[in-house]
């Protein structure tokens, strides 16, 4: 089709279908047209054909058709825009080649980085002298760039048509992981400009949100460290229309036979225990924390409330764990099964880190704001191994990460807030390579407490030898090496996913008054635990912190069912977990009291004048004997005069022996340093 042709056609098309929208927009001052590529298709599909082909020229047509009517408005640079791209025209970032060079198609994928808006950016358009093809240069550099060569093979000596100043802006679109199954995604660079750039804070194309960009594959000639000119060339897409995604959106191609057998699988009266079996059927025992992971999976429900307040319904979960213990196994193979996961390791795997950082654009110059795992994941999980080895910045970001769920930055210029949804599951090693029962969350890992506070669900992985447990260990492990598929569960990976996704979207389900009750009671029962009977309190059982995990948790279990309900027994499996949880970590080994400030602070009362008390024994003994080094013999029925037993004092000792107090010259006796 001739230009003159393609003009006629476009004029008539936009006249039958789009008049008076054109007319209000440009009332508007508004100096685009969006037109829906189905119905271009109906109307002639010769131009529509070649408005795949050959984007550029055809869109210039239409610009022209526009310009040709009688508008309320002078237009001096004029776009069409064009949705309802079929889908033959999809492709993956992956797969662009170079074959894709100036076609019409579309991708998706999530937005990892944008950069400021760059109102100065020229845009050169050449044309072939061959062939007649018009080719754009972006013109990133300070020095002036031709076209090296063209798709029909002339190199050289092209004709400019055009330069123009355009506002222009850089995203880094990155392919969706979730299609990929593991596989390294993809990124590509995406050259937005005039009315589609927006500031970085706007948030339904800002870093973290998913998008559908429609566009040219272009080129752009790589600029070399020298500063001359590279004969290799970069392919970016040139965006023609940008849509934002809704986040949820993904994993929800359930065909009907997946959804039976996922509401089959609901209403089965053994579910949890099939569910444990499958969650990770490769890893042997570790039974209560593949429970609370599935819950942690189900998630609660968030709330928004009038006044605006926002309670989340994402659980927080953390282990911590002996070495060799399985936790990276099982975060791995979580990270399968969550839906929108984004696995990492707490040692930065990526320059944005956890949260959010701000880069050098070395795309168009400048700064950019690049997303983190936590914003990436938005909606998802980020799941997060040796999370004790991040960064200062990522450790603080955090906080407002896991809490407000969302992050702020301000840097370089950019200030921006990120949302992140984000459920984490994060795993990390005692410092002292053990995880000690008796000892304080806090001072065995390397994460502030007012961090560990903010999970709901703490789980230590203790590795203590025992004969019976070990053989059946041994014997899972070696079974499995012996014959890999073994360990094959009933219920496929992809079929879990799927139902994990599908109630965390479709299933909200209201607390009943007996469940409520019954949380109540726990809630009142802890508490008043803490106080002795003349009202003083002694210790924090539990604290609000809790009480909402308790909610989370009974909501995760009716979603299992996918009741909208929550039932008297969502509210014991809840209470049963957090109760569990409680006594492994907060529980006062000495008295065995639950005290919650175990997990947050870095001692307890008691700990702190048991350890005093038998500092004091070992100086009386001291005294008393005229001999530095002492015997624990000697310590130990000391001690028990004043109700300590020998294994606490064993303990004690080596706490002492652990902060430095005391150290042991040799068997069976301490010495004071
Ligand atoms: P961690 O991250 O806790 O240090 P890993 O996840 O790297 O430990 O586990 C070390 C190895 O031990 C893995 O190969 C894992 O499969 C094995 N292992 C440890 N515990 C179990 C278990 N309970 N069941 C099966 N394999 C286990
Ligand atoms: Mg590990």
Not at 267 to 290: C, E, F, R, T, W
Not at 335 to 356: D, E, N, Q, V, Y
Not at 573 to 596: F, H, M, R, S
Request: proline content about 4%; glycine content about 6%.
């Amino acid at each position: 089709m001739e230009a003159e042709e393609q003009i006629k056609v476009l004029r008539e098309f936009i006249e039958q279908n789009y008049y008076p929208q054109l007319l209000e927009g440009v009332r508007k001052g508004q100096m685009y047209l969006g037109l829906d590529f189905s119905e271009l298709v109906k109307f002639n599909t010769e131009i529509s054909e070649e408005l795949l082909e050959n984007p550029e020229e055809v869109l210039k047509a239409g610009e022209m058709a526009v310009k040709e009517f009688d508008l309320p408005q002078k237009v001096q640079k004029f776009t069409i825009r064009l949705t309802n791209m079929p889908d033959s025209q999809k492709i993956n970032v992956s797969d662009i080649r170079s074959k894709h060079l100036n076609k019409f198609l579309w991708t998706e994928g999530v937005v990892r980085q944008k950069s400021d808006v760059r109102p100065h950016v020229a845009a050169a358009k050449f044309e072939c002298p061959s062939c007649g093809n018009v080719i754009t240069i972006i013109q990133l550099d300070k020095k002036y760039k031709e076209p090296s060569k063209c798709s029909c093979g002339r190199k050289g000596k092209f004709k400019e048509i055009s330069r123009e100043l355009v506002d222009g802006q850089g995203i880094v679109l990155e392919e969706n992981a979730d299609e990929l199954d593991g596989v390294q995604p993809k990124r590509i660079n995406v050259f937005l400009k005039d009315d589609l750039v927006a500031p970085i804070s706007e948030r339904r194309t800002g870093p973290g949100s998913r998008v559908r960009i429609c566009g040219w594959v272009t080129e752009v000639p790589i600029i070399l460290k020298t500063g001359g000119q590279s004969t290799k060339y970069d392919l970016i897409i040139e965006a023609n229309y940008v849509e934002p995604l809704q986040e949820d959106d993904i994993e929800m191609n359930i065909t009907p036979e997946e959804l039976e057998q996922i509401k089959q699988l609901a209403q089965d009266p053994d579910l949890i225990n099939i569910l444990v079996k499958n969650l990770a059927p490769s890893i042997y025992g570790h039974d209560k924390i593949k429970e609370a992971l599935i819950l942690q999976l189900a998630g609660g429900c968030r709330k928004v409330r009038p006044d605006g307040i926002i309670t989340r319904g994402d659980m927080h979960l953390l282990l911590i764990g002996d070495p060799g213990s399985a936790k990276s196994q099982l975060l791995k193979r979580i990270s399968k099964i969550a839906p929108k996961a984004r696995f990492t390791s707490g040692k930065g795997a990526t320059a944005a880190g956890l949260t959010a950082s701000v880069v050098k654009d070395e795309f168009l110059g400048g700064w950019s704001l690049e997303a983190g795992t936590l914003v990436l994941a938005n909606k998802g999980f980020a799941i997060i191994d040796e999370m004790d080895k991040m960064g200062k910045e990522d450790t603080s970001a955090l906080h407002e990460g896991m809490e407000q769920q969302q992050i702020s930055i301000s840097k370089a210029n950019i200030q921006a807030t990120l949302k992140c949804e984000t459920t984490i599951i994060a795993a990390a090693n005692p410092k002292l390579g053990r995880f000690d029962p008796y000892e304080l969350i806090a001072k065995q890992i390397n994460l502030p407490p007012t961090l560990i506070n903010r999970f709901d669900l703490i789980f230590p992985i203790k590795d203590l030898p025992n004969r019976e447990k070990d053989e059946r260990v041994a014997s899972f492990i070696l079974k499995l090496h012996q014959d890999p598929q073994k360990a094959e569960s009933s219920l496929s990976t992809k079929l879990l996913k799927k139902y994990f996704a599908y109630i965390r979207q479709k299933i909200e389900p209201r607390i009943s008054d007996e469940a409520m009750e019954e949380i109540k009671e726990y809630y009142i029962t802890m508490r008043s635990a803490g106080m002795s009977d003349d009202g003083s309190i002694k210790s924090i059982p539990i604290t609000a912190r809790q009480l909402e995990a308790l909610i989370r948790l009974a909501e995760a279990s009716a979603k299992l069912r996918l009741s909208n309900l929550v039932l008297k027994k969502d509210a014991q499996k809840a209470i049963e977990l957090i109760d569990y949880c409680l006594n492994q970590i907060a529980k006062d080994q000495e008295t065995g009291k639950i005290d919650i400030d175990r997990i947050g602070s870095r001692i307890t009362a008691t700990q702190r004048s048991s350890l005093t008390l038998i500092k004091d024994i070992i100086a009386a003994l001291e005294e008393q004997m005229k001999v530095k080094t002492i015997p624990v013999e000697n310590i130990i029925e000391a001690a028990q005069e004043k109700g300590i037993t020998p294994s606490q004092v064993e303990d004690l000792l080596a706490t002492l022996r652990r902060n430095g107090d005391i150290y042991e010259p040799k068997r069976g006796f301490v010495q004071r340093l």
